[in-house]
C-alpha cells in the first residue's frame, strides 16, 4: 500500500513556472513507476509523465515535452514535476500516481494548478 500526497499547486502567469512535488509513505517506494496526470475543466484525465523505478527513463505526453520535467528522489520518497513555459491550457487538478507495472495503482488527491493568461 502506498500513501500519496501532492503539494506546490498555484497560481501563475503564462510563461511562469512551477514545481509539484508528491510525498509517498508506505513500503518499496522505489519499486514503483511514478507518474503525474491532470484532469482539465469538463475534459477527461490526461498522462502528462512516468519516470521509471530508478529515475533513469521518463517519458511524456507530447504536449509538455521541452517544458516539463519529471524526476524522483528514491531517498526522500519523493516525485517532482518541474513545470516551465507554461501556458493557459495547463490548468488542471495534478495527480500523482504510483504503479508497479505503469503509475495507475495508487492515486493521490491532487493538486490545483492554474495558468492565467
Known amino acids: 500500500q502506498v500513501q500519496l500526497v501532492e503539494s506546490g499547486g498555484g497560481l501563475v502567469q503564462a510563461g511562469g513556472s512551477l514545481r509539484l512535488s508528491c510525498a509517498a509513505s508506505?513500503?518499496?517506494?522505489?519499486?514503483?513507476?511514478m507518474g503525474w496526470f491532470r484532469r482539465a475543466p469538463r475534459k477527461e484525465r490526461e498522462w502528462v509523465a512516468t519516470i521509471s523505478r530508478d529515475g533513469g527513463s521518463t517519458y511524456y505526453t507530447d504536449s509538455v515535452k521541452g517544458r516539463f520535467t519529471v524526476s524522483r528522489d528514491n531517498a526522500k520518497n519523493t516525485v517532482y514535476l518541474e513545470m516551465n513555459s507554461l501556458k493557459p491550457e495547463d490548468t488542471a487538478v495534478y495527480y500523482c500516481?504510483?504503479?508497479?507495472?505503469?503509475?495507475?495503482?495508487?492515486w493521490g488527491q491532487g493538486t490545483q494548478v492554474t495558468v492565467s493568461s
Open positions: 500516481a504510483a504503479g508497479i507495472h505503469w503509475p495507475q495503482d495508487y
Open positions: 508506505g513500503r518499496d517506494y522505489s519499486a514503483y513507476f
